[in-house]
């Protein structure tokens, strides 16, 4: 363990999730992404020695990685990724070894590992604070630290960490994460990030997928090096090796040479390797998998007609949506009231120090209205505060007009692009006061337009509305990701979605620790996905319903399935459970109102991830050498004996350290290296 005068005694990783697309918000002082620290014992005369991980700035002093390798599988759309990076530093002193990747923001990290002569370290996920609390007693001992922080690209959040490696010594990094992969417009699509900013010598991305419905279309197009959606090609990316082994079964292998990677730039590749696939569907009721005690149900009917829909348009005219923004959101809404249905209606409410109504009541959208809503949209100008109480209120107001006098899918879609600052201000009593008027009866999608918003606020307004929240990055493409949005909820199939669970054709709940199932919409090229298990013994049938109301009013599905056609790959479907169980958990806690509702959701929420070794906006990751596992373990448990805490010392193999991190984020990384005194 010698190496040019340093004794690495001691390892302590911390990686946590916080803040996140699901709620959890970053604060104005903090910056999306990972930030490694590193503490360094004081020398024998008191002094600090400390090693600092470069900044972004500073001039790199990297080792050279020789191996990248990539294995991915998906398996009914959850995918678990393995990525294990080797470096060698082939200079004849100390050099720096990086380990980048940029993960899903929908993502848990599952296992962290590191190999440095010969020594492996490995991760356990515990609780935040007891994590902290034990790099914390670590650092008591003298230790000094710095970090480095870097903001998260679009839609990705950033891993790295930056240790020490002696003269002509390796280092292996082996991370493993899983995600579930969302149905948006009719495809999933599985991105994996390549971004290592230098040629590599053994480069191999391999992805393993099979879907049991079959597969109706894969495509793997070219590397995508841009995250403006207006630069994204729909070219094939021809050196990738796509095998068909059978109807529901894929092998995507891409190896580039070095002279391919040096074709695409001088750091090589640098951007996002995708495959986009879609399954078959025969039944309306969808598919189900059972696997022991736990089952998961796909829903995603195919041929139902697209429901009208009435929709108030609610647009943020305040003096900070002016410039870029607000020709954006005129360019998107000449496209978005170009695409509405000739049997929808809508209306747009404008919002600054006061709200504008366009008409008094909702218009049907024929081609003189559209092309006088556009003239109105073209000739809005930004000034003054954001009123977003009164906003929403009289969007409500203009939807209640009609509610009682058809079946059409009601929603209003927010945008705005800063805090309120005119009425009323306080943002919870927002959400109550929207709650309120809205009364299930409308669903509200909240766009946030760049940084200055709180996300947290508009994903906590959407989600106890029926809707979601999106946010809207202030680039060049601005217009197309408004217009993308409405592009998913364009098309309203089904509302007020009810999916039940029982046995022996009883409608009575057979099934426990069920996700949500019930949605207020469901629109085309999307999927619903519901998670639960058997508290007792596996039934022997499963009795599933679906309701709803469609375009052509109410919709009944009814069907009785034998559990042993059912049956799914071992042990997938039970950590797919807790996966789902634990977003679903995160979910319900932002959306409860009573204090002890969220406390309840959180522990469950918190032991669950500890259970099942995620890092979640709940937990964090400490590696340490084994011996010191075992310590900080008993430490932590002896201060609170009431966390599930799971310590793996398993031996490095070459391989993942079992296969068994979303939404925005923040998450922290701790390097701990003792120095000899």
Excluded at 81 to 104: H, I
Excluded at 262 to 282: P, W
Excluded at 454 to 463: D, T
Excluded at 606 to 619: A, D, G, I, K, R
């Amino acid at each position: 363990m010698v190496r040019e005068g340093w004794a690495l005694v001691a390892l302590c990783l911390l990686v946590s999730a916080a803040c996140g697309s699901e709620g959890y918000d970053k604060g104005e002082d903090k910056i999306a992404g990972f930030n490694v620290l590193i503490a360094a014992r004081q020398g024998s005369r008191g002094q600090v020695l400390a090693h600092r991980v470069r900044r972004q700035g500073d001039v790199p002093d990297t080792v050279d990685v020789y191996w990248l390798h990539v294995d991915s599988r998906v398996t009914s759309r959850f995918a678990t990724v393995t990525v294990e990076s080797k470096l060698v530093n082939r200079a004849d002193r100390g050099r720096e070894a990086v380990f980048t990747m940029q993960l899903p923001e929908a993502a848990f990290i599952s296992n962290f590992s590191m190999v440095i002569n010969d020594t492996l370290y490995v991760g356990s996920v515990m609780e935040r604070g007891a994590a902290r609390e034990a790099y914390d007693a670590a650092v008591e001992a003298g230790e000094s630290a710095g970090h480095v922080a870097q903001e998260s690209p679009r839609g990705r959040e950033v891993f790295q960490i930056a240790i020490n490696v002696g003269a002509e010594e390796k280092v292996t990094f082996q991370l493993t994460y899983q995600e579930f992969l969302v149905r948006r417009l009719g495809i999933y699509e599985h991105v994996i990030s390549i971004r290592p900013a230098q040629i590599i010598p053994d480069m191999r991305i391999s992805v393993d997928l099979r879907e049991p419905q079959g597969f109706s279309f894969l495509r793997v197009p070219d590397i995508r090096t841009s995250d403006l959606l207006t630069d994204q090609s729909t070219d094939e990316l021809s050196t990738a090796a796509v095998s068909r082994v059978s109807p529901e079964h894929y092998t995507v292998i891409y190896a580039p040479s070095e002279q391919e990677q040096t074709a695409m730039s001088a750091e090589g590749i640098m951007g996002d390797f995708v495959v986009q696939y879609d399954v078959i569907r025969q039944e309306q009721i969808g598919f189900i998998q059972v696997y022991g005690d736990y089952f998961v149900h796909y829903f995603a009917p195919t041929g139902l007609p697209v429901m009208p829909k009435s929709v108030t348009f609610v647009i943020d005219v305040s003096g900070s949506m002016g410039g870029d923004k607000i020709r954006q959101t005129k360019e998107a809404m000449a496209v978005i009231l170009d695409e509405l249905r000739g049997l929808d209606f809508f209306n747009i409410v404008t919002f600054s120090d006061r709200t504008t109504r366009w008409r008094p009541e909702l218009q049907v959208a024929n081609q003189t209205n559209v092309k006088a809503a556009d003239t109105y949209v073209n000739n809005m100008i930004a000034k003054g505060g954001t009123n977003i109480n009164d906003a929403i209120i009289e969007a409500s107001a203009l939807l209640d007009q009609v509610l009682r006098h058809d079946s059409r899918a009601s929603m209003i879609v927010l945008l705005t692009d800063g805090q309120p600052t005119i009425g009323v201000t306080n943002t919870n009593q927002i959400i109550a006061n929207a709650r309120d008027h809205l009364a299930g009866n409308h669903a509200l999608f909240c766009l946030g337009f760049g940084y200055d918003v709180s996300f947290e606020f508009l994903e906590r307004l959407a989600l106890q509305n029926g809707g979601f929240a999106r946010r809207i990055y202030t680039d060049t493409d601005g217009e197309l990701q408004l217009t993308s949005f409405f592009d998913e909820v364009a098309k309203p199939l089904m509302i007020d979605v009810n999916l039940g669970y029982g046995q022996g054709g009883s409608s009575a709940l057979q099934v426990a620790d069920v996700t949500q199932t019930t949605f207020s919409n469901y629109f085309n090229g999307s999927e619903v996905v519901v998670a639960g298990r058997f508290p007792g013994a596996p039934p022997s049938n499963f009795h599933v319903t679906v309701t709803g109301k469609g375009a052509q009013d109410a919709l009944s599905l009814v069907e009785d399935f034998q559990l042993a056609s059912l049956a799914a790959p071992e042990g997938f479907v039970e950590r797919l459970w807790a996966y789902l169980t634990i977003k679903d958990l995160l979910k319900k806690e932002r959306t409860a109102i009573e204090e002890e509702q969220q406390r309840r959701l959180k522990e469950r929420a918190l032991n669950m991830s500890l259970e099942y070794n995620f890092v979640t906006p709940l937990t964090s990751m400490v590696v340490l050498q084994n011996d010191r596992q075992r310590q900080s373990a008993d430490r932590v448990s002896g201060d609170d004996a009431g966390l599930r805490y799971h310590v793996k010392t398993s031996s490095y193999s070459g391989a993942s350290s079992g296969r068994s991190w979303p939404f925005w984020l923040v998450a922290s990384a701790v390097v701990l290296a003792l120095l000899p005194t």
